[in-house]
């Protein structure tokens, strides 16, 4: 069974930085593109960032440009996020996903569960 686990979300105060880590299970997701989404209370799913198998093919949001970073280490079997300057409005579910054709799709095949990013002022 294809599995991804987000780590790293927590409490932060406006102005600081979380790192966000997915790890996937087997090797599954070689060649695919791996994104990351948000989703605040009552409120729709949002496209964040996504990257291609090589790293250098990256999408961000124009909400999080210039402030948060997609990348992976394929060896680990992992893509992280880096946030930095984070904004209450930052403060959501962030879910992992995997299996997209491309770095601008909206078409994953797999979703993580789900890590609480909270950002108070």
């Known amino acids: 069974q294809v599995q991804l686990v987000e780590s790293g979300g927590g409490l932060v105060q406006a102005g600081g930085s979380l790192r966000l880590s997915c790890a996937a299970s087997?090797?599954?997701?070689?060649?695919?593109?791996m994104g990351w989404f948000r989703q605040a209370p009552g409120k729709e799913r949002d496209f964040v960032a996504a990257?291609?198998?090589?790293?250098?093919?990256?999408n961000h949001a124009d909400s999080v440009k210039g402030r948060f970073t997609i990348s992976r280490d394929n060896a680990k079997n992992t893509v992280y996020l880096q946030m930095n300057s984070l904004k209450p409005e930052d403060t959501a579910v962030y879910f992992c996903a995997a299996g997209a054709i491309n770095v601008i799709s909206s078409r994953y095949e797999y979703w993580g569960q789900g890590t609480q990013v909270t950002v108070s002022s």
């Open positions: 087997g090797r599954a997701f070689s060649g695919n593109v």
């Open positions: 990257i291609n198998w090589t790293g250098i093919g990256r």
